[in-house]
């Protein structure tokens, strides 16, 4: 066959003479409108291929058309875009812009900015930031920065509290964030503008000075200004939704939301119901603490064999009531009785607590500098400017070099100087070209050096810092890790029922776990009785009595005053202190059908 | 003299003792003492403490900075094609105990009269080199007329000295038929199989023909020696006693990487040393900076018993003798059970097995115990 092989959607349909002209024919009448705008063609003149693709599923991105060197859009559909007489999809009928897939890529010579377009060139990208993702392109300036903390950037944009959305007092979402002063940043992108994050911001433009602070912000840790956060700084308020459904069992029993009674299998005691209104749900506005009853609730018994003599009915009842997080406490702020979709009565009951930032709280700039609160200093011992100006935060200079967060620089650079200006915003999309020179002019025209650099005294002793200190405005947002939902210790508590090994976890209240390679460490050390207490006495100690005669574990009948062993009746038994882990092998061992035997000795 | 040494008889290991008799000789009685004295000592203080975890210490001496270390394969300069695996891989392998390591490699040196003479040398790595008929001549198979063309080239037969008359011999011997035609470079074969199977069976055969080398030595290359006094030959494969065999090779300086074979030929001692050498090699190779005390502990656990073991469940760990200590390893209930048939006692003098019934672990402070002498 004569003529490059044609495919349509990666099957072969045909051979043509001339597949140049071909796609260029396609693209002609696609850009015309006569074909659909999702029709891509790519000719591959080293293998005499046209590719041809119209299916779903193709990654395609917008570009500029060119023709002869000149865009096909110009000032006139600017002007009408600006009226907003027209819109994206008339640009897109009229072939000013055209989508391309991966493969039709490959024929086209793109120029990343108009004025570099030659003859040669067949596309102009929209704007070069669109390089970068919807995140990356939000974070300000990510052209200044290392690529690894653009990343670690884009991550932690999506951990800032804000409004995260404009309903949030009708919504019953599980966890939530809400921050009660939050403000659009100085240092703003297009993209964040167009995905509306400007509206609903997550963040505050905050005086950050970078220097040192008697070692409190050393290792990344961030001094905040103690009346910055007693006027709202990163002040958040935090809910969490508890929900309680009336189930229906097999059997025509169901589940009941009501106050429990004393006689009711597991009751709390009268205390922990004491904001439960008749129906067993609880009032807003409550102050509730860790175990606290939100929705009072009852089940049905777990068997049906346990319905009372005289063939009663009277079925004892458990309780399963709904409560407060152990760790938690905060104000009831909503409650909702609804239906479930199953047609069950379903409660929800949303606390509402406040958070103030607090030492290890986690906050970060929007260039992947992150830090820990280190130390909260009131605002008279922190330094100050010849104005006056205390900074919100201070920053560890040891944060920047080796990170190389440039654009963290210009931000706070650009924001002072934009702050001092009273302009909007400090455009800081990425691939924009800053104006450097502007803002160096800026600062110095309100009197300030116009390398950001300012006179700092010492808040304590009211000397003046030897160094000039890099001051200027930030936008810094709080992140979602609380230390307040984080910390956790135990010296007593709740044990496993299988096990009697202290349980895992924060929401149980539970032990560190004391794990393999720590336990090796110990054995290097040979410190054996540590190991000992560790492992067992702070663990699943028992004292169980072994039978000397056959070696079985035998039986405390505390009613006859008798220790005998169950297989040999033999009453020579003696109390053996021994893991409760070893214990259930044993038993486990008995049930595999074999017959362990602990054979004692005196320790010699 | 000879009564200053006596004392110390027992307490110092018999190599130290004959090794200070060698190096005092000369010296004068009260320097000798002051020497022997010195010596034991420097013995006492570099001892290991009664009851230390020796074990768990060395485990975690080259556990830690083994975390350390990369995946990378490096590639021998000047020796094509070798790419020995370093680093964790091969470290897994030394303790693996490998059937086969996943590269084999030799170096063997020669005996004065040669080694100094780079043509003789080259010569003689030639001779090492395996080569596969396949390698020197092409084979045809007619399954029509049940015949089997070969078809030397005669290029790649001189690069290896031999002739069309050496092969013929030896893919004779091989199959161990004669030749149905020889003409020039062809020679023709009709076994005189029926089925088409034992035919294919007899091509492979052919195919695998080694004309000359040594089995299992894949590739030879020539390297001049370190301080350029010589030439000697890297090998990809090794067969330490077929070379051990050969007259130009200086059987004390040979050596190759794989452990099993080491243990074959030399025995248990040697491959001790070859598993401590190639362990601490991997570990300097990386850079990594182990005191090879803690190395020379896992290249003992891996040979006290008269053969190279593995670690992990198909050697050490496995082999264990508590039950407790074998089940809590891996395999817990196949453990159990094989104990339980043959009525096995855990004695439980090990660490594992104390830590899982909860008693004091017989390591540091809970192997000292206190005695009280009755009576009087
Ligand atoms: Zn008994």
Redesign the pocket.
Same mark, same amino acid.
């Given at each position: 066959m004569e003529g490059a092989s044609v495919y349509l959607n990666g099957k072969l349909i045909g051979f043509h003479n001339k597949p140049t002209e071909l796609v260029e024919n396609l693209r002609r009448k696609r850009r015309a409108g006569a074909l659909p705008h999702e029709l891509n063609a790519a000719y591959y003149a080293e293998n005499d291929e046209v590719y041809i693709n119209t299916d779903a599923g193709r990654a395609r991105r917008p570009l500029l058309v060119l023709e002869n060197g000149k865009l096909k859009l110009t000032q006139k559909h600017i002007e009408e875009l600006k009226a907003d007489k027209i819109g994206w999809k008339d640009l897109l009928n009229e072939g000013v812009v055209e989508y391309l897939d991966s493969e039709e890529e490959e024929n086209a010579y793109i120029a990343v900015r108009e004025e570099d377009a030659t003859p040669e060139h067949t596309h102009v990208e929209v704007h070069p930031s669109l390089m970068l993702g919807v995140v990356a392109a939000c974070a300000p300036f990510p052209d200044h920065n290392s690529s690894p903390r653009v990343t670690m950037a884009s991550a932690m944009l999506k951990q800032a509290l804000g409004v995260y959305q404009s309903n949030y007092a009708l919504r019953m979402d599980t966890q939530s964030h809400v921050m009660h002063y939050p403000q659009k940043p100085l240092a703003r992108t297009k993209h964040a503008e167009i995905i509306g994050s400007n509206d609903r911001p997550a963040g505050q433009n905050i005086v950050l000075a970078i220097m040192p602070f008697g070692g409190y912000n050393m290792e990344d840790a961030l001094i905040l200004n103690k009346a910055s956060v007693e006027r709202g700084l990163g002040r958040t308020t935090f809910y969490r939704t508890y929900t309680a459904e009336e189930r229906r069992y097999p059997g025509g029993q169901k589940d009941r939301f009501e106050l429990p009674k004393p006689e009711i299998q597991g009751y709390r005691g009268d205390e922990a119901y004491r904001f439960l209104g008749e129906d067993g749900i609880i009032l807003p506005e409550c102050k509730v603490d860790g175990g606290d009853v939100l929705i009072g609730k009852t089940s049905p018994p777990r068997f049906l064999e346990e319905v009372g003599e005289l063939s009663m009915i009277e079925e004892k009842r458990r309780e399963n009531s709904v409560t407060l997080r152990p760790s938690e406490a905060g104000d009831v702020d909503a409650v909702i009785v609804t239906e479930a979709t199953t047609g069950n009565k379903l409660v929800k009951v949303r606390v509402r607590s406040l958070k103030i930032p607090e030492i290890g709280d986690k906050f970060a700039s929007r260039h992947g500098q992150k830090g820990v609160v280190g130390m909260i200093v009131p605002q008279h011992d922190m330094p100050f400017t010849e104005n006056g100006i205390t900074p919100d935060i201070i920053m560890n200079p040891h944060a920047v070099p080796s990170r190389m967060t440039v654009g963290h620089v210009l931000e706070v650079l650009g924001s002072k100087a934009v702050s001092l200006e009273g302009e909007d915003f400090l455009n800081a999309t990425a691939f924009d070209r800053l104006d450097y020179g502007g803002l160096k002019k800026m600062l110095l025209k309100h009197g300030f050096r116009h390398d950001g650099k300012e006179v700092l005294y010492n808040g304590v002793t009211g000397e003046k810092i030897e160094a000039e200190i890099f001051i200027g405005v930030c936008y810094y947002q709080r992140l979602k890790h609380l230390v307040s939902n984080k910390i956790h210790a135990r010296s007593r508590g709740p044990v496993q029922i299988l096990t009697r090994q202290p349980t895992e976890g924060r929401a149980r209240e539970g032990g560190l776990r004391f794990g393999e390679m720590e336990r090796d460490t110990l054995i290097g050390h040979g410190t054996s009785m540590l190991l000992l207490e560790r492992l067992l006495k702070e663990s699943d100690i028992v004292t169980e009595l072994i %039978?000397e005669? @056959?070696?079985?574990i035998?039986v405390d009948d505390q009613i006859r005053k008798k220790q005998y %062993?169950p297989? @040999?009746?033999?009453t020579n038994v003696k109390p053996i202190e021994m893991s409760y882990a070893f214990k259930l092998l044993l038993n486990e061992l008995k049930a595999l059908n074999i017959r362990p035997k602990v054979v004692l000795e005196d320790k010699a | 003299m000879s009564d200053l040494f006596e004392k110390y008889e027992g307490k110092l290991p018999k190599k130290v003792l004959v090794e200070l008799k060698e190096a005092t000789k000369g010296l004068k009685s009260p320097e000798v003492k002051k020497t022997l004295e010195r010596v034991y000592g420097e013995f006492v203080a570099n001892k290991a403490v009664p009851g230390e975890a020796v074990g768990i210490i060395a485990a975690q001496s080259i556990g830690e900075p083994g975390t350390q270390m990369t995946m990378r394969t490096f590639h021998y300069a000047g020796v094509a094609e070798l790419a020995v695996p370093q680093g964790l891989p091969r470290f897994i392998e030394i303790v693996d105990l490998r059937k086969e390591p996943s590269m084999p490699v030799m170096e063997i040196y020669l005996t004065d009269s040669i080694r100094k003479d780079e043509e003789k040398v080259i010569a003689f790595a030639e001779r090492l080199e395996n080569v596969p008929l396949s390698d020197i001549a092409t084979v045809e198979e007619d399954f029509a007329k049940k015949r089997i063309t070969i078809t030397f080239n005669e290029m790649r037969l001189n690069e290896h000295g031999l002739t069309v008359e050496d092969a013929i011999k030896k893919i004779e011997k091989a199959v161990r038929r004669k030749a149905k035609e020889k003409k020039d470079n062809n020679l023709v074969f009709e076994p005189g199989f029926n089925t088409l199977r034992s035919l294919r069976k007899f091509v492979d055969r052919i195919h695998e023909t080694k004309l000359c080398g040594v089995k299992g030595i894949r590739k030879a290359v020539v390297l001049q020696e370190h301080d350029g006094s010589g030439w000697y030959i890297k090998t990809d494969g090794s067969n330490l006693a077929a070379v051990l065999k050969m007259a130009e090779v200086e059987p004390s300086r040979v050596y190759t990487n794989h452990i099993r074979e080491i243990e074959d030929v030399l025995g248990i001692e040697a491959a001790r040393n070859a598993v401590l050498i190639e362990a601490k090699a991997v570990l300097d190779g990386q850079g990594l900076k182990v005191n090879p005390r803690h190395v020379m502990l896992v290249a003992d656990v891996m040979c006290y018993d008269g053969q190279v073991r593995p670690i992990g469940r198909q050697g050490v760990s496995g082999s264990k003798s508590s039950v407790f200590a074998r089940a809590a390893f891996e395999e817990t209930v196949k453990h159990l059970h094989a104990a339980s048939i043959k009525g096995q006692k855990d004695m439980l003098t090990g660490i594992t097995e104390n830590i899982i019934i909860g008693q004091t672990i017989p390591v540091g402070t809970g192997l000292v115990k206190l005695g009280m002498k009755q009576g009087k």
């Open positions: %039978c005669k @056959c070696g079985t035998a %062993c297989i @040999c009746e033999s | -």
